[in-house]
């Protein structure tokens, strides 16, 4: 059976874009025995792209929870209507 392991990015795997190289083989070891390896955090993607090709992950939960993925499967989005947008920049 495969457990899945949520990790924080900011302050937890990653000071920054700076990763720990213990962090990273730990990250590996726990896929390589079968287990999913996802993050959870406040930031979007983009924010990410230099960490990402650091780590290998199987998904996260993005966006303050906002966006959530699963390998290639977008599981979860919520975004923010431009309705809601459009209030917010005429107040």
Do not use: H, W
Request: charge should be negative.
């Amino acid at each position: 059976m495969n457990n899945i392991f949520l990790f924080d990015v900011d302050g937890t795997i990653a000071v920054g874009d700076i990763i720990l190289d213990s962090t990273i083989k730990a990250l590996e070891d726990l896929r390589a025995k079968g287990n999913i390896v996802m993050l959870s955090t406040g930031r979007c993607i983009g924010q990410m792209k230099d960490l990402l090709q650091r780590i290998k992950i199987d998904g996260a939960i993005c966006n303050n929870g906002a966006y959530a993925y699963i390998g290639n499967d977008v599981i979860f989005e919520s975004p923010i209507s431009k309705d809601v947008i459009n209030q917010m920049l005429d107040d």
